[in-house]
């Protein structure tokens, strides 16, 4: 059987703001891509939640707690939304982040 | 009394609309026939009102504050959302909504114990709607919609047997509390099997979908509430088969009956199975069922 990773998630981590509010706010979009750094800074990140993104390591958010619809967002907003060509970087990026293998291996 | 004019279980699965021209012609001919079926079968109920139950997929609200179910009550309905669009690649769409259903339905649920938060502007609106209002032309029809929007990832869940609860007492809502002669279609938007996010994004579960699809067609609702739980469809795609439960909260309303399925279609670009029901309401065909105490 399969363990739910719905189950394990962590609400209160400060990585769901984050990504909620890229959603919804086309202006920190523009900012994040300019200065993620800056960006992060303005969330409560925990040093450990922070180095995760920055190391596009979805395990390890998932692992701390990340909600994985959100982690699916997160990687659309790093690596692009368009549904034939960003949306499939993100995909096969972040299978490959969360399996350590690279899409046909 | 209001009356239910017909119902349906249908995907929203947004890779379908954005690479629907490079899939297969025979996954094309089963998608375009199940959307060609529920828009011809909807306008020929000829009903007052659309309501559609699918997964908000925190599109919404913060995880911190996530409502069970998001009724909306505005008088008109737009998409996509502005960061969705690309993603789907469906056009914009207007629908009219309709504030006093949405009403109805907001009071009607509380009344009958039912936690049901309400929004009076503007929903953000994904896959969820946007998928079955362009695929099914459903804007071209003239008939207001009203959204539901529901919690089916974030834990804790509405699982079947509440969101059975729902519909049944959302059938009680249309008999007793909408207007006289209101005619009412149902859907479910949400499924097949589908990991969003997760390391099986790729993995479709093909046995599964053909599993629930003979399920849902067979109006067999022990079953469906008994088999149908969070743990077998989380085992065929966490995060994302759970939206299933929408398809349960029409199940609820309509009581058993048999559907009809347009065929199962399988694509791994679309990372989600695809196949519709569409519930046949003849009194002959659905039992009696229980009443919810308002």
């Known amino acids: ?105 | 009394m209001g009356e239910i004019v017909f119902a349906a279980g249908i995907p929203h699965l947004p890779a379908m609309v954005g690479l629907y021209d490079r899939a297969p012609p025979d996954v094309q001919a089963i998608v375009h026939n199940s959307f060609e079926a529920l828009h011809a079968e909807i306008k020929a109920a000829r009903p007052d009102v659309i309501i559609v139950f699918a997964n908000d997929h925190l599109a919404n609200s913060r995880i911190r504050g996530y409502p069970d179910f998001l009724i909306g009550m505005a008088d008109e309905h737009r998409g996509p959302h502005e960061w969705f669009k690309p993603w789907i690649g469906c056009r914009d769409y207007a629908i009219k909504g309709d504030r006093n259903v949405a009403a109805t339905l907001f009071r009607g649920m509380i009344r009958r114990g039912i936690r049901l938060f309400a929004e009076p502007g503007a929903l953000k609106f994904d896959d969820n709607i946007s998928v079955p209002v362009t695929m099914g032309n459903l804007d071209s029809l003239g008939i207001p919609l009203v959204p539901v929007l529901q919690n089916c990832i974030v834990p804790p869940i509405p699982e079947q047997q509440r969101c059975y609860e729902v519909g049944q007492a959302l059938a009680d809502i249309i008999e007793i509390d909408l207007a006289p002669d209101m005619r009412v279609a149902l859907i479910g938007s949400g499924g097949l099997s589908h990991e969003p996010g997760g390391s099986r994004y790729y993995v479709i579960d093909e046995a599964f979908d053909r599993w629930f699809l003979d399920l849902a067609a067979s109006g067999d609702h022990d079953r469906v509430l008994k088999e149908l739980t969070f743990e077998r469809m989380e085992a065929s795609g966490s995060g994302g088969t759970v939206e299933l439960f929408s398809w349960v909260v029409i199940m609820g309303a309509t009581g058993p009956c048999k559907g009809r399925s347009f065929g199962y279609a399988i694509h791994r670009d679309f990372r989600c199975g695809f196949g519709a029901v569409i519930w046949d309401l003849e009194p002959q065909t659905a039992q009696p069922r229980e009443q919810v105490p308002a």
Request: charged residues 25%; glycine residues 10%.
């Open chain 1, 1 to 105: 059987m399969t363990t739910s990773r719905l189950k394990s998630y962590d609400p209160s981590l400060a990585v769901h703001d984050l990504v909620q509010d890229l959603k919804w706010d086309p202006d920190l979009r523009e900012a994040f891509a300019r200065d993620e750094a800056g960006v992060l800074d303005r969330y409560p990140l925990q040093g450990a939640e922070r180095l995760a993104i920055e190391k596009r390591d979805f395990k390890a958010l998932y692992d701390m707690g990340m909600h994985p619809y959100l982690g699916g967002q997160l990687s659309r907003l790093i690596w692009g939304n368009d549904a034939g060509g960003g949306a499939i970087l993100a995909v096969n990026n972040l299978v490959a982040s969360l399996t350590g293998k690279r899409q046909g291996e």
